[in-house]
């Protein structure tokens, strides 16, 4: 990495340091997590402004200096604040949520650009005008999404042991191994349980459609269980207890919709 370089990033978190700085957790394009000092940052004519709250997309300048870890932040330009979640507790706890998952999932300097702009999508989906009917879905689908960009998809269609095609009604599941098991594999396990397939359809579906449209689909409450478990499983950070919340789902009595049902879909996905 140059010394001087400019960067498009995420603000995560920021915490205060020493009597009038920041010190900053953004989620960058080009270099994945970095911890940032912003000299000043506390003081009240600050020239970063707003740029460093936590959702703002904003375009940064940064110097690496020769101790590794801590970068220093030179300016930071505001593209989107995300206001509109700051307006909304409940929009507020999904987004802490989608944020709180990339601070614990990912490593110091791994760039992912596509993790970068599932965030952004995120963002805006939550940041939306038209109403979010299920947040749950909204987080789940960016989760299980996230998961999958870091290297950690869910195997939904083939047997983690013998890679066979699964089909019928007994299906389970192996956490540890990331997938679904036949009925013949699973008589050497016994730790995976069994998975039905419309489960195994919702699934798919926060998997594979546009995250703007996952929020439109009902929860299956079993599931939020069994995805939170699934990023326990895999992310030795993740902290289950952001995600334990309850939060009002926006059903028929906000929306006037009910939230798309994904059942007799299953068809289309199993072909891909
Ligand atoms: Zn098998």
Redesign the pocket.
């Known amino acids: 990495m140059p010394r001087i370089i400019r960067t498009q990033a995420i603000s995560l978190h920021s915490s205060p340091f020493a009597e009038s700085s920041k010190i900053v957790t953004f989620y960058t394009r080009d270099f994945g997590k970095l911890n940032f000092l912003a000299k000043g940052a506390r003081r009240p004519k600050s020239k970063f402004g707003g740029a460093l709250e936590t959702f703002t997309h904003a375009s940064l300048i940064i110097y690496k200096p020769e101790t590794p870890k801590l970068y220093i932040l030179s300016d930071a330009e505001i593209i989107c604040s995300y206001s509109e979640l700051q307006a909304s507790t409940e929009k507020y706890l999904a987004g802490s949520q989608i944020v709180e998952f990339v601070l614990k999932a990912t490593d110091f300097e791994e760039a992912n650009a596509r993790l970068f702009n599932l965030l952004l999508s995120a963002l805006n989906a939550l940041a939306s005008k038209q109403s979010v009917k299920n947040l749950d879905s909204l987080v789940l689908a960016f989760l299980l999404k996230g998961a999958s960009f870091l290297g950690y998809r869910p195997e939904l269609d083939n047997?983690v042991?013998?890679r066979?095609k699964c089909a019928g009604a007994k299906i389970y599941f192996d956490f540890i191994n990331g997938g679904i098991?036949?009925i013949?594999?699973k008589l050497n396990n016994t730790r995976a349980i069994i998975i039905e397939p419309n489960q195994i359809a919702y699934l798919k579906a926060l998997l594979y459609f546009p995250i703007k449209r996952s929020a439109n689909l009902m929860t299956l409450p079993e599931l939020k269980d069994f995805i939170l478990q699934y990023m326990k499983h895999h992310f030795e950070r993740f902290d289950l207890a952001a995600f334990t919340l309850n939060r009002t789902d926006f059903k028929k009595s906000q929306t006037g919709q009910e939230p798309e049902k994904i059942y007799g879909w299953t068809q289309e996905i199993v072909r891909k």
């Open positions: 047997c042991s013998c066979k098991l036949c013949k594999c």
